[in-house]
Every structure is written in structure tokens, then in C-alpha cells.
């Protein structure tokens, strides 16, 4: 795995934050990251790669190291997605403005999360992908808003092919971790148990919950 770019003694002391790309086969995972890191649009990232991506940025005049996974094939079980789903701080619920079903995977995705995270605060952003293919919309800015207001969360319409709000997705991703890093601080100051964390017992039990090694 590579070195976080411009990493040294200031770099490799920034916090780390992981943060997990989800979403249906083909919505643009793979080019939203590599728009994101490399400024690269690639035709053929193959579909069935699930790899991480470290890179170093500033969001807010703060350093951050990200740690990003690239998830894939959502059907079947990696170790690793795994271990990311449960380290995970930060996740991306990613359709194609230009696939209906994958609009409707979006909500899938959302209880993924919180059968993993056992708490409905996990900051998430919304990214609906392809907003350059506008004659093949089959998803309205204003059914994503909808969405986005239903998880509370911030919603981005990108163009991973014209890098459009790229960045923008990945900073807020940041500021809502930041956001509820700095609520949990005050919370502790005050000496309060951080208010939206559910009890295990209210947590519904899944039958199909992967085993573990
Ligand atoms: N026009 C357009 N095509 C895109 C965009 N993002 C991804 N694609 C194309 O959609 C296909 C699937 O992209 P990929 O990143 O492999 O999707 P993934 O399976 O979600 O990782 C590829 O042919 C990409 O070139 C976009 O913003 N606009
Ligand atoms: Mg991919």
C-alpha cells in the first residue's frame, strides 16, 4: 500500500480517518476514488477489485489522513470489507442518478450500516454519480434530497467523469466525523454518556449476520 502523500513527521501524526465506499455494482465507486486521489478518470477499473486507498489532504486547514475502501461485489462475504465495515467512521452510499435500482440499493446499503454500527449515528453522505449522463436520468435531484433528508445526511449529485463535487464528498464526510468527534468531547466534558448510542437489546436480532473467525 502506498505512503499517504507529503507523509512525514507532521503527516503520519494527522488523525487517520477510515471511510467505506458503498454502493451497486457500476454506480462509479472505483471513479469517484480515483478521481478523488489521482485527478485520473479510468474507463476500465476492473469490478471486482475491493482494495484501500490511503491519500492526505486539508479539509478545513486540518490535516487528514484518509483511509478509503473501495468496496465490490457486494454479494459475497471479504474479510477485509468486513473489518472495515466495523473500523469504519465514515461511509458513502453511492447509486447512479442513471439506474433506478440502484437508487433503491441506496436504503439497503443504510441498514448495512446500521446492523454493523449498532448506532443510527454514523455519519454517511449521499452521492448520487453520473451527472453528466443527463439524458439517461432515471433519478430526480429531488427523489436524492428526499433520500438525503430521510438518513440526515448531506447529498451530492457527482460527475466522477467530469470530477463534479468530488472533493465536496469527501470533506463533509469529514466534517460530520469532526462534528460528532468534538460533540462527544463536549459531552465528556459535561460528564454525559453520548446520547445516540443504542443499548445491544434494541438492536434487532439479524439471522443472517456472517459468522465470525
Ligand atoms: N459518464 C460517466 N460514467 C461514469 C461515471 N462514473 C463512472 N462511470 C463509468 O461507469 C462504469 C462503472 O464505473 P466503476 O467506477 O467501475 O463502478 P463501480 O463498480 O461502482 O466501482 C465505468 O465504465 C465508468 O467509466 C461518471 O461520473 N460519468
Ligand atoms: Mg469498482
New binding site residues.
Partial sequence: MELPRGSGASGSLSREYKLV?L????????????QFISHR???????TIEDAYKTQIRIDDEPANLDIL?T?GQAEFTAMRDQYMRAGEGFII?Y?ITDRRSFQEARQFKQLIYRVRRTVDTPVVLVG?????THLRQVSVEEGRGLAREFQCPFFE?????R?YIDEVFAALVRQIRQREAEAARGREEGQAPSLLLDAAEVPFHKKQHSKH
Fill in positions: 465506499m454502493g451497486e455494482g457500476g454506480v462509479g465507486k472505483s471513479a469517484i476514488i480515483m478518470f479510468p474507463e476500465d477499473h476492473d469490478p473501495d465490490a453511492s447512479s454519480n453520473k451527472s453528466d449522463l457527482t460527475s466522477a467523469a467530469f463534479y
